[in-house]
Structures are given as C-alpha cells and as structure tokens.
C-alpha cells in the first residue's frame, strides 16, 4: 500500500487508502461531501493518515488518466491536494486545455506545468497504482482500504467499496481507535523499568 498522496501524520494510528477516479461522479460524491468531515474530524487531528492513490478508468473514463496526471504534476509545485479538490469540483470539464487552465487559477507557472502534462512523465506510476489496486482487488472506485496502521507497506484493514456515508467510516474509524487506546493502555506504566536488552 506504499505510494500515493498522504495526508495526516505518519504515526496516525489509522490508515485510510482511496483508490480513486478524477471523473468518477461518485469519487467526486465522496470527495464532496464526505472527505471533508473525515479530514476535519480524524486527519486534522492526528488520528488517520489519508493516503490517494490513482485509479483512472480509463475505458470509461477518457478524460480521467490525464486529470491524474495534472494533480501529480501540480505536486511538482506543492499544490496537489489543491488540484485534487478542483478536479472533483470541475468535474464535468477535464479536457487538457482546462487542466492547463486550472493551473494557472491555483498561481502554478504555466510553462513548466503544460511541459509536465505534455510529457506524460506519470503515465507509468498511474499504471501501477492502478495495478496495485487490482492485485488487491480492486475492480470499481472509489474503493477504501481502512486499518491500523503498521509498518512496511502493508496494512491489516477493512474494505469500503463506493461512495459510503460517513457513518460507515466513523464505525470503523472509531473502533480501530478504541482498539489503539486500549492496546495503549495495556503498555507498560512510564515508572515500571525494564533493560534495553536482555543480558
């Protein structure tokens, strides 16, 4: 589950990757309406790590896999996740000439990002977030993975499949914290000493 766009601390003791579609209209239903109340809620606080991951599809979607590309290039200049809020928001226009044109509403110097986008330099690390969402069987977007954070690149986690209301996140949310603070409170107490190693 290693790659993508992060949000929210490194030690969140949650985790939540999204593997998602710019021109998905229910991506767009999430990102809209639920996302905001997650991000305020639980990764502006501290307590889940927020990982995108991209998941154009393609065959449906013909406008999508360059939509993911601009937001990838948008973070060459630190504003990915402001382009990734105007994708879905001007969803119904994802032509090349508006990406460029968006771009340059965020401030972002045009000539370097349209030699981005033309290039078509992040072509291959969509495809294998795409191939790393299908090998974890992802066929449909948006498409959550939601688990205690670990280290390495795996995760222990529960699926959320589609545009799911933000009580399905905060059920599974919540008890992976409560899971967290109790594993916490089980930890030994500050003032009980135990050696670094054994001898």
Partial sequence: MSGGAVLGEIDAPVTIVEFSDYQC???RRFSLFVFPAIQREYIDTGKVRYVFRDFPLSS???QAEKAHESARCAAEFNKYWEMHDVL?????DLMVPS???Y???LGLDSTRFEECLDSGKYQVAIQKD???GQAAGISGTPSFFVGKSGSGDSITCTIIRGAQPLATFQAIIQQLLSDHASKADASPKSDEHFPDRLP
């Fill in 88 to 92: 879905f928001e001007r969803q119904n």
């Fill in 103 to 105: 771009a340059g509403e």
């Fill in 25 to 27: 209209p229910f991506c």
């Fill in 99 to 101: 990406l460029k044109q």
């Fill in 130 to 132: 795409v191939a790393d």
């Fill in 60 to 62: 449906i979607h013909q």
